[in-house]
């Protein structure tokens, strides 16, 4: 599927190892141990059910190739990063036929499929950890290479700043080396690029995830992409749009870190959080980055980061935070966990088992939050045939702890004040939203609202939550949002 396709999706991030067992099961799963806890591709397919009645139409799927076996200092391969062998998947997540039952179950569902990839890396397990000096690898465990030549020399990634260091040195530490592939050598290249042709039309893949894009030369994915003739969404992780906007131009784009770090600092840093920071953000990026931001992956949690949770608790600021994904310009993407209220620090806390939450949904506001949300997006898509091709704007507003988006049909009103705070919002008719006496609904409390007769639109917001704000009649019949039973 193409990014245009994508536009439409909404992704639900899964950590296979860690959302559901095939056969029904609800082991423990201690995250500090850093273990296979034995979330497999059948137990995705037996639990599409809860995804696709949240309202995603897409699935985010952990690496898929076989990891180096056994114990390191840093834990088990459970989360597919530490690929040993791209010819052969991760047995532990089941096997070819049940990823390509995967695929069809989601296809079935008119579900897309997004499988995360690795090319920057393999892993080999020293044999002596105290002592990784390039030799003592076993290469011929590293496939389909089976050679140091492979790779380049060694070096940890030592300085951040110097671009060669980031692409040629080595990610992970003496405890854990990532060898890093020498991508500059052709022969290579031209391995990669079949094996990822190959790989998308063997298990009939939507889309790729691209972990580590920034470890690699950009030159070298334009033909990469091009191979995968899929959507391609790179990890290009860094705060800085500038540093990341080329990587939008040789992959289909990125996920939205940039932005990701200025609403998490501003929604977890009380009210002196930086809401104007997100703004400025979202303009840059919408100037910067090829296609704009219509293309990129916009997230609010992911397995590296901690969870919004671990630091803010109050629901109000929470559901704030969540709705971003869904009222912006990028492809939404939830992180598994998120609507059962986890609250998992750093790696490895934020890799919870889902299924330690009974997959409960009847007594998750966080899941009916994200389900309203899902639909919002949805019928604004339907209700204006320009939605995803209409740059969100914003409404510059007197209070700092403020945002208010424009995105017509919605109007998404957001604060950071928290549930003990109130906020009277003024949205001028210069805003050019709504027409005059106009009845407009928060699709998220169902609350109405009539405009003035000149357009404009003044609400209060109670108990700090925010409101995503529709025309009345931009609200089909068809739609379920707001319709009493
Ligand atoms: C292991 C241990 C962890 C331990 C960690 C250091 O090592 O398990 O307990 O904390 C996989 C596993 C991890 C594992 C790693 C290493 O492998 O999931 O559990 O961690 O063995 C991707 C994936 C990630 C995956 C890998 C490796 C890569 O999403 O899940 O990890 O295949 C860098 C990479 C990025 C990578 C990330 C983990 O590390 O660029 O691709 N993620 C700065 C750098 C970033 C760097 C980041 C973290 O630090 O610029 O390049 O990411 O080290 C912003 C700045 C940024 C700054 C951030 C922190 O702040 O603008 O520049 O990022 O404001
Ligand atoms: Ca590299």
């Not at 099961?25 to 141990?33: K, L």
């Not at 990701?260 to 009210?271: E, L, P």
């Not at 939830?334 to 806390?349: A, F």
Request: with cysteine; proline share 4%.
């Amino acid at each position: 599927a193409s990014a245009d396709d994508w536009t439409r999706r909404s992704i639900y991030q899964v950590v296979t190892d860690r959302f559901a067992l095939g056969n029904g099961s609800s082991p423990p799963c201690n995250t500090d141990n850093r273990a296979y806890c034995g979330g497999n591709w059948q137990g995705i397919i037996s639990k599409l059910d809860y995804i696709q009645q949240m309202g995603f139409d897409a699935v985010w799927i952990s690496p898929i190739v076989e990891n180096i076996q056994g114990r390191t200092s840093e834990g088990e391969a459970y989360h597919g990063y530490w690929s040993q062998n791209i010819n052969s998947l991760n047995s532990n997540f089941g096997s070819a036929n049940d990823l390509k039952a995967l695929a069809a179950a989601l296809h079935a569902r008119s579900m897309f499929l997004m499988v995360d990839v690795v090319v920057n890396h393999l892993v080999a397990n020293p044999t002596n950890t105290s002592d990784i000096s390039p030799e003592t690898f076993d290469y011929s465990l590293l496939q389909p290479f089976g050679g140091q030549n492979a790779f380049h020399s060694q070096c940890f990634i030592s300085d951040y700043t110097n671009q060669t260091n980031v692409e040629q040195c080595w990610l992970g530490d003496s405890g854990l080396p990532l060898l890093d592939i020498d991508t500059e050598n052709s022969t290579i290249v031209d391995t990669m690029n079949t094996w990822i042709k190959d790989l998308v039309s063997e298990y009939s893949i939507d889309g790729l995830r691209i972990d580590t894009a920034k470890h690699i030369r950009q030159d070298f994915w334009p033909a990469f992409a091009a191979n995968a003739s899929v959507y391609t969404v790179g990890e290009v992780l860094i705060g800085d749009v500038t540093y990341a906007a080329p990587y939008t131009s040789v992959l289909g784009s990125v996920l939205d870190y940039p932005t990701y770090y200025g609403v998490y600092n501003a929604f977890t840093s009380g009210t002196s959080g930086n809401m104007s920071a997100i703004a400025s953000l979202v303009t840059q990026a919408q100037d910067q980055y090829n296609h704009g931001t219509f293309y990129v992956g916009s997230f609010v949690e992911n397995q590296d980061n901690p969870r919004i949770q671990s630091t803010v608790t109050d629901q109000s600021i929470v559901k704030n935070v969540m709705a971003w994904p869904f009222i912006n310009d990028g492809i939404p993407i939830l992180y598994y966990g998120q609507e059962q209220g986890y609250q998992g620090g750093n790696d490895p806390s934020n890799r919870e088992a889902l299924w330690l939450s009974g997959f409960d949904t009847e007594n998750k506001p966080l899941l009916t939050h994200v389900t309203t949300l899902n639909a919002a997006r949805k019928q604004a898509i339907s209700a204006n045939s320009s939605f995803l091709t209409t740059k969100a704007k914003f409404i510059s507003q007197p209070d700092s702890s403020t945002l208010a988006i424009s995105k017509p049909p919605m109007l998404t009103l957001l604060t950071n004040g928290g549930n003990s705070s109130s906020v009277k919002w003024s949205i001028p008719s210069s805003a050019n939203l709504f027409s005059g006496s106009e009845t407009v609904v928060d699709v998220l409390s169902c609350n109405t609202v009539t405009t003035a007769s000149d357009g404009s639109l003044s609400v209060t917001a109670s108990s700090g939550l925010p409101q995503v704000l529709m025309p009345a009649s931009a609200l089909s019949e068809s739609g379920s949002l707001c319709k009493s039973s």
